[in-house]
Structure formats: structure tokens, C-alpha cells
């Protein structure tokens, strides 16, 4: 069983309560490029928000993938190996509807709901197939949402979309090209005030390549292609104004390598970063 997603959702919360996480670097668009400090203080926490989107795409891609050891020989998926079922759901739901595979998975608690609805569809030589054996393509959307019961307290609420169209599975090598969008609403309540901070952002995920390991399609680690991604935040504190602060991210991979390039207004970051190894 995996639950990597609930882990995920953990890791958004998290970045999504720090202090002043995006305020505080300008916006303003200028004439001249400057090249940005890797030690700057707020690249630091916008890196690791960066890092995070790379991580939960990639799980979400590499969850799609799994998705092809759940479908038994006769056609029916098995939840033990398919992503969305946790242990501790309240209810799961599967059902083949119109060609998708649906499962729906539920946890209902006192203070929060964790909801994730996946639908998965096979083909063979562009032709819907029940059977996942021998796919060489497949479409996976991916939609998952926590929510609070008190809203009058300090709380973050999560709303995500994901979708993946793979070609090549007959293949070595897999393309994968799709998008993941997640908004997150986080709320801080102190003493003297509150602070509000919505997080939209947006993923593209192109012509991104994965290489079939011994086992198949496990790894999912890319060898090629890139992520771009659009952060926009708005911070608001009590009465008072909103902030409104702008990011575009693009990642190119060679071989489980990131070169990450990150902008706001005209102060752009660049670095490099090993998120796994790759099969060649």
C-alpha cells in the first residue's frame, strides 16, 4: 500500500505555515537581470517550496505508473498495489466506468477530511484495453483535497489536479507529459492578529523521459524533459492590503539531474540538483 500522497500533503502544511514565506522579495520588474544569492534568506525558503513541487509531480508521475501492476490478468484492479488506498480509509470505492479505472478513498475525521479520487485508462495501439498487460499508453488523473472543520483558528486546507498521458510503455523508454495544480489556503491566528496566505500554483510537465528498469516501470526516475511551474501568493494580514508576489520555475532533467531556474521580477536563481538515478 502507498500513502505517499498523505506525506505530501504533510510537506505542503508544512511550507505552508512558514513565516513570511514568499513576502519580503521584491516583485518589481526592472530593465536589468540580476543573478540572485543562493544564501539569500528568502531564496532559502522558496528553494525548499521548489524542491517540494519537484518531489510531490514526480510521485504523482511515478503513483500513475504504479498503476499499471494493480490490474490483475482478468481485469480487475487490485488495491493492494494501486496508490490511493491507505490502510486507515474510511471507505474506498473501485469501479470501471466508461473505460477508467475510478478509486475513490476516504478518511473522515473529527477535525479534518482527506479525500483522493484517481481514474486510470489503458490502451494498446490507441485502442481503450480493460487488461493493463501490454499497455503501451495510459491516462492518469489524479484529484485529492484536505480540509479543516474550524475554520476559526489556525488551519490549512489543500485542493490538487493532477494528469498524466504516458506513451512509450511498450517500449524502454516512457513520455510523459501532463500538469499538476494544487492551491493551498493556510491560516495563522495569534495573540494580536491573523495572517492569510493562498498559494496557487501551476505545473507543466513536458516531454518528460523515463527509461524501463529491470522490473519495469518502478523507478520512474526522468532522464530527460522538463517541469515549469507558476507560484502566485497572496498575503494578507489583518485590514490591511494584499501582497501579491509572482515566481515562475523551470527544471530541465538529464539523466535524474535538475538544472532549476527560479525568477521573480527581474532577480533570476540557478543551481543544479541530483533528484535520483536515473536507468540508462
Known sequence: MRSAKFFTILGFVLLASMSLLFVGCGSDDGPTTITGSLT????????????????????????????????????????????????????????????????????????????????????????????????????????WSYDVADTTVSYTKVDGHAGFDYRGLGVNQASINGSNDVVIHDQFVSVDSTVVRQFEFSTDVNNLLVNKGPSGWDHGCPNGGTISATATVTYTKDDAAQVVTNWNITMTFTDGTASITVSSGNVVWSYTKDVCIAIN
Open 40 to 143: 539569500n534568506p528568502d531564496f532559502v525558503v522558496v528553494q525548499d517550496q521548489v524542491e517540494t513541487i519537484v518531489d510531490s509531480t514526480l510521485d504523482f508521475v511515478l503513483t500513475g505508473m504504479n498503476s499499471l501492476s494493480s490490474i490483475s490478468t482478468d481485469g480487475i484492479i487490485i488495491p493492494n498495489f494501486y496508490g490511493p488506498v491507505f490502510s486507515d480509509s474510511d471507505q474506498v470505492t473501485i469501479a470501471y466506468v466508461g473505460g477508467w479505472y475510478v478509486v475513490n478513498a476516504v478518511q473522515q475525521r473529527s477535525d479534518f477530511a482527506f479525500t483522493v479520487l484517481d481514474s486510470v485508462q489503458f490502451y494498446i495501439n490507441d485502442e481503450v484495453s480493460q487488461n493493463g498487460v501490454g499497455a503501451d499508453s495510459m491516462w492518469y488523473r489524479h484529484r
